[in-house]
């Protein structure tokens, strides 16, 4: 509940393209990196029209649905990606948090371990195993998962709130404060950190703090719908 994430993406190579479909791909890409998702996925359904089983197109396609919140497509193509090129760590990683968003942990564990034993340094992969490991109950685990990706990336913030949230069921309140305070000062600007550590201030009995986190959070994400939710309970409680 309320774990950030960090949804990566990077393109590793072109996949058998022709000048005219990497030039599509690069204005996808490049629309992508803008945030402009409507003419990322135009562009790669482009690419996909003429070659369907283009890596790149399939996966990062599978990323956009991903980061509109449509689990299922994106466990789809990055699915299909993963089955036309099952080396690429990054693929594994994000096919992994579309398993975690449809709760099944388990199966998206088994991603994480393939990115991270793909690519050792890759620290998402790391603190995206501490998520499903959390999800499972292997508490232990989890923080030692999100411990190898703090020391990949010291300033990860989204990796050091997935480390407060594991200490927050562990009872480690205290600690878990310290880890969420820290990330927030790295990354004040990510909603999921400031929903968390409103979370964590609701648990710990400070609810006017916990009113002000939420709110943090829906200004940065007005569509923030469990951010929404612990706002009404918190005003509830009040």
Partial sequence: CGIAIRRAWRPRVLHSMTESLETLFTRGLEAHRKGNLFDAEAAYRGVLATNPKNFDA??????????R?????AEVLIGAALAVDDSDARAHNNYGLALLDLRRPADALVHFDKAAALEP????????RG????????????????DQAIALNASYAEAIANRAAILQTLGRLSESLTAIDQAVALAPN???VHFNRATLLE????????LAAFERAIQLK?????????????LLSL
């Fill in 58 to 67: 399939l996966h990062l396609l599978g990323v956009v649905h991903a980061q």
């Fill in 69 to 73: 919140g449509q689990a299922t497509e």
């Fill in 121 to 128: 340094g890759l620290a998402w992969a790391h603190s995206n």
């Fill in 131 to 146: 998520s499903a490991l959390r999800a499972l109950g292997r508490l232990d685990e989890a923080l030692t998962a999100t």
């Fill in 190 to 192: 990510l909603p999921n």
């Fill in 203 to 210: 648990t710990i009995g400070r609810p006017r703090d916990a």
């Fill in 222 to 234: 007005p569509d923030y719908i469990q951010a929404l939710c612990g706002r009404g309970f918190t």
